[in-house]
């Protein structure tokens, strides 16, 4: 394999944990389920755990010696040649109150560089999946086919999305509120459907802070291989030991411009 291909054989089994993690998701969402807080202060459920267990299981089944990352199950030999990354409910706040904007999240990195990256929408029955050396491929009920970002020439005409403002510290907001402002429009709300809506041609920038690796890495061979750009707020590739604030643009034209107008912060 070369550093700029995936194996078919990765795209299949992802496509496997997403099924086994999306009957999890059904089978618990909207029932009466204990949410608890973990020590950030963000919810989890039984459901989260056990569709992370489910889709390890799966993973050590096939691939012994691959490392795993997990939200709900922390790491496993993290140095090992392919590492998967996995958020099984991305959106658990959502999930706990009956809204079906959640998904999973399944990445797959070969050498600490993301060559796979999958987001499934169970309850929509969509699906988004990007592989390097390939063209990104959105899954509904009507099928498969490819998609493309939208052009965009500047941040005037463009619709902007983050999961929530409240993501942003107090050095951030001012440096978000700039991009905000220089927008056509902002959305609340996204959460991962956001960059699989980007992908799609459906919005043009995400523009988010105090991610984790389980929360952006899937997205990354997502909106690349849709043809956007998806970055940290200086402009760096995203890694394990990246900078928790994110920004992914359909156009490199606007993709530049909310980078000016973050670079307050990013010389703070």
């Known amino acids: 394999m070369t550093a700029a291909s995936c ?3 990765f ?17 618990y ?6 949410v608890q807080d973990k020590p950030d202060d963000t919810p989890v459920t039984l459901a989260d755990r056990e ?3 489910r889709i390890r299981e799966i993973i050590a089944d096939r691939y012994h010696d691959h490392g795993v990352i997990g939200e709900e199950g922390g790491s496993d030999r993290p140095e090992a040649e392919y590492v998967w990354v996995l958020d099984p409910i991305d959106g658990t706040k959502k999930f706990v109150t009956g809204n079906p904007l959640f998904g999973t999240l399944i990445a797959l990195l070969h050498e600490g560089r993301p060559i796979l990256g999958l987001i499934d929408m169970p309850m929509l029955g969509e699906r988004w999946i990007g592989a ?4 990104t491929r959105f899954e509904d009920r009507q099928g498969a086919r490819e998609v493309r970002v939208r052009p965009c020439a500047e941040l005037a005409g463009a619709v902007l999305t983050a999961t929530t403002p409240h993501m942003f510290g107090d050095a951030e907001f001012p440096a978000f ?23 799609s041609g459906h919005l ?17 061979p997502v909106v690349e291989g849709a043809g956007g750009v998806i970055t940290d707020w200086k402009g760096g590739a995203l890694g394990l030991e990246t900078d928790r604030r994110i920004i992914a643009a359909g156009d490199q034209r606007v993709h530049e411009a909310a980078l000016e107008l973050l670079a307050g912060i990013n010389s703070a």
């Open 11 to 27: 795209v299949t089994l992802a496509g496997e944990m997403a099924a086994a993690a999306g009957e999890v998701a059904h089978r």
């Open 132 to 135: 390097a050396g390939r063209a």
């Open 29 to 34: 969402f909207r029932t009466r389920l204990d």
């Open 204 to 220: 043009d920038l995400v523009v988010e802070a105090d991610m984790d690796p389980y929360d952006f890495m899937a997205l990354v």
């Open 7 to 9: 194996p078919r054989a």
């Open 51 to 53: 569709a992370e267990a």
């Open 177 to 199: 509120e700039r991009v905000r402002k220089a927008a056509k429009m902002v959305l609340y709300g996204g959460d991962c459907f956001a960059y699989g809506a980007l992908a």
